[in-house]
């Protein structure tokens, strides 16, 4: 790749900017990732011929800036999902949330758990959740069903989450307990137990499909992260009242890092833990 | 079980305590002039130049982004004016509070204990600036002394404090709770009571008491509120006390909230997400006045 000149980012450029994705996106770009977007923001700069950040700022505002928007996006975020991605929300499930929701229900009676990864990419997410609750088998799940459920509009993703066989990359992040137990090396390539697979179905869904998303029902978590920033806010509000109607009155909906649901939605509220929020009803 | 009891217990306990931090002789003149009618800024600001430790301290307070003055605050007779007379009794008697505890904090790293204290300063200006609340020197002031009790259990119970940190540790466990049932009372009453040694003005007092409930205050429930809120905020983004108190909190339930969205209706249109980012964007801010406050390096 043709290496493109990096423009130092003023402060108020950045913060143009930052507000600019902010709003539009529902991403906040943390002071600390500054001179990562300043790199991304070269290659769009580079590719559009821009030669300012105050002037690409404008071709963002301006009627091009739409498209031009998506692009940056895929600049900006990295598409790579990877097992125990989200450590503060997982951390906040086992402490908290899952504990809370297993004590509601099993005074119901009810001893079933619905997860929902719903842009689940390879499966990691899912995958993640599976091994998780596994676990807690033997103690707080002992005689519980639990149905996680993961779905993606790629369906070569879709098919690449049902196969199972991940890379380093992938698995780099798996605490040693759980990648003894539930990951197989084979030839550089780590293959899934079937135990953890088991748990989890996959799906392709366009979650911007009404006719489908009305039947995605009764969930306690679901976990939607890094996909309604590409949403334009009011395609946002129809998916976000879709995961409000599908979740349990005690559940959980859970976004990406960095990401914001302000004036998206004004039902939700929020739930906050060490490192992160949920948002519940 | 009730506060007068909790407190009651903390005025035992505290009583026990035959090495209990004195005020420094310079903080404790200048308290001694403010008692004085008619007194001038000059002189107390003459008074505070003789000892430079506080002096530099309370220019570094001031004059951080952490408390963001509108203009850069130059000589500590300038600092003085900003605040006027009546912000000088706390800053020497936080200042005070520095000194007595900023080598060690017990059971606690020194430098946690400062960093959650500041950072809920910060905050506790912040929230006090965006619902309009008219002393924001004193949401900060407030915000800095809040845990005086912690850093009292942390040092002279150092043993049973880190047994009761251990017993709550990545539990969603209220740390004031656990106290209660180790030690009959609080970190809030335990600080009430210092405070109150230390002539701290009621109302900072009050929030001491009360920033783990506010509904309890009479003073100024609005500032017990802030701090609350500023505490649990501290709490979730990474200005925790590294990590000891496991808090989370449902943000429309707490009683804190629903004080201020009363006296500030407008609060229901606060951004809590950038909120929350915007926190995460300022804890260097709070960690480089700490670690210059104690001169350690940077």
């Not at chain 1, 009242?241 to 990401?259: A, I």
């Not at chain 2, 004195?22 to 505070?48: C, F, G, H, R, S």
Request: net charge negative.
């Amino acid at each position: 790749m043709a290496k493109e000149l990096i423009v130092a980012i003023s402060d108020k450029d950045f913060e143009l900017l930052r507000d600019f994705i902010y709003n539009i996106c529902g991403m906040y770009f943390h002071i600390s990732k500054k001179y990562f977007l300043e790199s991304r923001l070269a290659r769009r700069m580079d590719a559009t011929g821009v030669k300012t950040h105050a002037d690409y700022y404008l071709l963002l505002k301006s009627p091009r800036g739409t498209e031009e928007l998506k692009y940056l996006m895929d600049e900006i975020t990295t598409n790579e999902t990877y097992f125990f991605r989200n450590v503060p929300q997982l951390n906040a499930m086992e402490n908290k949330l899952l504990p809370e929701i297993v004590e509601a229900k099993n005074k119901m009676g009810f001893r079933k758990l619905r997860i929902w990864s719903a842009a689940s990419s390879s499966g990691e997410e899912a995958y993640t959740m599976a091994m998780i609750l596994l676990e807690k088998r033997a103690t707080l799940l002992k005689d519980w069903i639990i149905e996680i459920v993961g779905t993606d509009i790629n369906e070569t993703v879709v098919a690449q989450a049902k196969e199972g066989v991940y890379n380093a990359y992938s698995v780099r992040n798996i605490p040693d307990m759980y990648k003894r137990k539930y990951i197989r090396e084979d030839n550089g390539k780590f293959i899934l137990a079937p135990e953890v697979k088991k748990f989890v179905t996959f799906n392709k869904l366009n979650l911007y499909d009404d006719s489908k998303m009305i039947f995605m029902k009764s969930f306690d978590f679901i976990f939607c992260a890094n996909v309604l920033i590409y949403f334009d806010t009011a395609s946002k509000s129809k998916v976000v009242q879709h995961f409000y109607n599908n979740l349990q009155p005690y559940g959980y909906f859970f976004v990406g890092q960095s990401e914001s649901l302000h004036g998206v939605n004004d039902k939700f509220k929020t739930v906050h833990f060490p490192g992160g929020f949920a948002y519940k009803k | 079980m009730e506060k007068t009891q909790l407190i009651e217990k903390a005025e035992q306990l505290v009583a026990k305590i035959e090495d209990l931090p004195t005020i420094p002789a310079v903080a404790n003149q200048v308290l001694q002039l403010l008692d004085q009618p008619d007194v001038e800024i000059e002189q107390v600001a003459d008074l505070m130049l003789s000892d430079q430790v506080m002096t530099a301290r309370v220019m570094k307070m001031l004059n951080s982004p952490v408390y963001k003055p509108a203009s850069e605050i130059t000589s500590l007779k300038r600092a003085l004016v900003y605040l006027g007379l009546r912000h000088i009794r706390e800053l020497a008697l936080t200042t005070s509070f520095i000194s007595a505890f900023e080598h060690d904090a017990g059971a606690f790293n020194i430098t946690d204990f400062w960093e959650h204290s500041f950072g809920v300063g910060m905050v506790s200006k912040i929230i006090a600036a965006k619902v309009g609340y008219r002393d924001q020197e004193k949401a900060y002031i407030s915000g800095i002394i809040h845990d005086l009790g912690v850093v009292f259990l942390s040092t002279f119970k150092r043993d049973d404090f880190l047994a009761v940190l251990d017993s709550i540790k990545d539990r969603p466990v209220k740390l004031a709770d656990e106290e209660i049932k180790i030690f009959g009372t609080s970190h809030c009453e335990i600080g009430f009571c210092m405070a109150r040694k230390w002539n701290f003005p009621d109302v900072y007092c009050e929030v001491i008491a009360c920033h783990h409930d506010p509904e309890q205050a009479a003073i100024d429930p609005i500032l017990c509120a802030i701090v609350n809120l500023a505490d649990l905020f501290c709490g979730v983004r990474e200005l925790n006390y590294g990590g000891r108190e496991w808090v989370s909190f449902n943000l429309y339930e707490e009683p804190a909230w629903q004080v201020l969205r009363k006296e500030y209706p407008e609060l229901a249109n606060l951004d809590v997400e950038r909120f929350c980012y915007e926190l995460d964007d300022a804890i260097p801010d709070v960690k480089n006045l700490v670690s210059s406050i104690f001169n350690t390096n940077p």
